[in-house]
């Protein structure tokens, strides 16, 4: 069963930082496109950071300049240092992800369970 699993949410005071991380596991054949997105409280959920199908960079615009997305791709692991926290940052981010899988070959696009970052003022 393919899955990605996120880690490294958590309580952090404004101003500190927090790097998430993102495994995709199961039959994956390649990744078209990985990448964080988060949910506040009574807003809708919204793009953070990815990395789009031609391998560039997306962020949104109040994370640029603080928050960096990188990836493994022999891990299938893709993470989100997060800098210069701010109380809006608080949310539940997912990751997502585009994936070419394995029997039977397909694409398919995938959401993992989120983590809770909560900064406090």
């Known amino acids: 069963q393919v899955q990605p699993v996120e880690s490294g949410g958590g309580l952090v005071q404004a101003g500190g930082s927090l790097r998430l991380s993102c495994v995709a596991s199961?039959?994956?054949?390649?990744?078209?496109?990985m990448g964080w997105y988060r949910q506040a409280p009574g807003k809708q959920r919204e793009l953070v950071a990815a990395?789009?199908?031609?391998?560039?960079?997306d962020y949104t615009d109040s994370v640029k300049g603080r928050f960096t997305i990188s990836r493994d791709n022999r891990k299938n692991t893709v993470y989100l240092q997060m800098n210069s926290l701010k109380p809006e940052d608080t949310a539940v981010y997912y990751c997502?992800?585009?994936?070419?899988?394995?029997?039977?070959?397909?694409?398919?696009?995938?959401w993992g369970q989120g983590t809770q970052v909560t900064v406090s003022s």
């Open positions: 199961g039959r994956i054949l390649s990744i078209n496109r």
């Open positions: 997502n992800a585009e994936l070419i899988t394995a029997s039977p070959i397909a694409t398919a696009d995938y």
């Open positions: 990395f789009t199908r031609g391998g560039s960079t």
